[in-house]
Structure formats: structure tokens, C-alpha cells
């Protein structure tokens, strides 16, 4: 694997372009959670896919599919991000998140559960939590059962954190956001049920929350228990995607989400609810969800609220 560009800041996001043999390209992200230092919280984001097949319509990852990656392709970036800082594999931090999200429907390749398995072994990281989110492809049932067995042996007791991508509890815009065949909110629910555990982190059900998307707490509660269920609200972040379909944020990095009726509405109904924002600087360095450098550089038009930082490289091979 060659790392050939980089970009960002050490303190927030550093996202890097590496290259596999035969010129085949995906992305890799390392992130702080500002004040907390890397003993603290570090997360790695990883590539899971060539492109990706599903083209949610938020997310600028999405198309120009070129196949799966192998389990040693996955593992290569995790060990490269994790060289950096931490050569002889032995990693302090108190969490330390491996989020398979940059690039690619993670239940759609069947080799990230073999990096599952693999992990607790390869490094000496007590705080390892990995995590998984999901759309809930069809075809992806076989995937996910096996997941819940791979978490019940590897990551008992909340250390395994699972999400399904839902974005809006009306199924039509659910349907359009994300064009592809995929389970619907029951079907969510049912293995919902089934993979908590007491002691698990409860399933996290993810809306990237846009102007005009419902999301009722009425709806959820016909399927959601809040006592396995959890709800994170995070910003729609600015992507050229959302740009061509003209989707906007609902929640204002900006401002503080706690007087916002819908989070109001779903803590109410008995929900927990996150709303997740980070630093606005990881919109200019393009590390945040959806975001994809790629996709940048070949733009004509360029956004003005995202992807700012300049490429830094070629860099050394690993």
C-alpha cells in the first residue's frame, strides 16, 4: 500500500489518499475529538469498498463502484494509521474508535468481519471499540446475523458499537435518500431486539437530518424500545452531492441543539438522543461523514463550505 496524498490538521483530522497495486485508490482517516487528547479518544475511519454501489444521495463516496476490498487491504490502512503514532502496536487511548465509514456499505463485504475477528489480537489496545454502520442492505442478512455472533464472542460488555443509517422515519424520502433496496423500520427493529444484550451499547439509529425530513417520535416508538435504542442526530454535512440534490442541514453546527423541538420531542418519548457535532474544521479538511477528497478533486464547480485544505504528498510506501 503507498500512501500518495494527505491532508488536514494533527490536532482535528488528517485524511490520507493511499494506493493499492494496481492503481486502485481509497481514502483513510485519523480524528481527535478537540480538547480530548489521542490517550483520550482517537478514531480511525477505513475504507471498506472500491467506491460504493448504494449512491446515498448525501454522499460523495457513493458511485464509481470498483469491488470489495480484501481483509489485508482493510488491515493495511488500520496498521499504517495506527504506525504513526504507535509502532510497536501498543495503543493507550482510552477509546479508540475503528469506524468502517469512509468509503463503502460496510455489510455488503464480507471480509470486514474477518478484520473483526482479528483485531483484538493484532494490537495491545485495551479502549479498541469498533464500530459498524449500516444501511441494512438487502442482502446483507447472512452479514449481519454472523456480526452479532462475531460481537457476542470478541466485544461483550459495550465494546462493539453498532448503527443502522436510517435518516428520516418517512420510508419514501427514506427510499430516495438512499436508493437502493434495504430492510424498512420493522425489519430494523426485529434484529435490533435480537443483537442487544445487557451490557451492549444500545443500537444507535443515525439521522444525517436534512431540512423537511420527519423524524417523529410517534413513528419510532411504534417499532424503537428506548431501552435498546438509542437516536443520534448529526448535521448533513456539505458535500457535492447534497449540493446537485439540494439537500440542507437541519441541525446548525453552530448553535447549541438543546432547545431544538425534535430533540425535545424524541428525549420526551424516552429516547436518548446524541446530537453529534464536530468541529466545523473537519467540513474544510473533508474528513467528515459523506465527504470524499476524491470526488473534490474532480469538481468543476468547488463548494465553498467544505474541502479547503490543500493535498500534501506523494508519501512513502507501507
Known amino acids: 500500500m503507498k500512501v500518495v496524498a494527505s491532508t488536514g490538521r494533527e490536532d482535528v483530522a488528517l485524511v490520507y489518499i493511499v494506493e493499492f497495486e494496481g492503481g486502485k485508490s481509497v481514502e483513510c482517516v485519523e480524528a481527535l475529538q478537540p480538547p480530548l487528547p489521542r490517550e483520550r479518544k482517537w478514531v480511525l475511519l477505513v475504507s471498506t469498498m472500491l467506491g460504493c454501489p448504494v449512491g446515498c444521495r448525501m454522499c460523495d463516496a457513493g458511485g464509481d463502484y470498483q469491488g470489495k476490498l480484501t481483509a489485508e487491504q482493510i488491515l493495511a490502512q488500520i496498521d499504517f494509521l495506527v504506525q504513526q503514532h504507535y509502532p510497536d502496536g501498543k495503543i493507550p487511548s482510552r477509546e479508540f474508535k475503528i469506524q468502517f465509514a469512509r468509503m463503502g456499505e460496510p455489510a455488503l463485504n464480507p471480509t470486514v468481519l474477518q478484520v473483526l475477528e482479528q483485531l483484538p489480537h493484532r494490537y495491545e489496545a485495551p479502549g479498541l471499540l469498533p464500530s459498524l454502520s449500516t444501511i441494512a442492505p438487502r442482502g446483507s442478512e447472512r452479514f449481519l446475523e454472523r456480526l452479532m455472533e462475531v460481537k457476542r464472542r470478541y466485544y461483550s460488555a459495550g465494546r462493539f458499537q453498532f448503527q443502522f443509517s436510517v435518516h428520516s422515519t418517512d420510508q419514501s424520502l427514506r427510499d430516495y435518500l438512499i436508493p437502493v433496496k434495504k430492510w424498512g423500520l420493522a425489519e430494523i427493529a426485529e434484529f435490533g431486539e435480537r443483537y442487544y444484550q445487557p451490557g451492549d451499547l444500545k443500537v444507535t439509529l443515525n439521522f444525517a437530518l436534512g431540512r ?19 437516536i443520534k442526530i448529526t448535521p448533513l454535512n456539505p458535500t457535492y452531492r447534497a449540493m446537485e440534490n439540494r439537500l440542507e442541514t437541519y441541525i446548525d453546527p453552530t448553535k447549541p441543539p438543546e432547545s431544538d423541538e425534535i430533540v425535545q420531542s424524541l428525549r420526551h418519548a424516552g429516547y436518548d438522543v ?3 457535532i464536530g468541529e466545523v474544521e473537519e467540513n474544510y479538511i473533508g474528513s467528515n461523514c459523506g465527504q470524499y477528497l476524491r470526488t473534490h478533486l474532480q469538481a468543476r ?5 467544505g474541502y479547503t485544505y490543500a493535498l500534501k504528498g506523494p508519501h512513502s510506501s507501507c
Request: charged share 25%; no cysteine; net charge positive.
Open 212 to 230: 423537511g425530513m420527519p423524524l417523529e417520535a410517534a413513528v419510532l416508538r411504534q417499532y424503537f424500545s428506548p431501552e435498546k435504542f438509542l
Open 274 to 276: 446524541i446530537v453529534s
Open 301 to 305: 464547480d468547488r463548494l465553498k463550505n
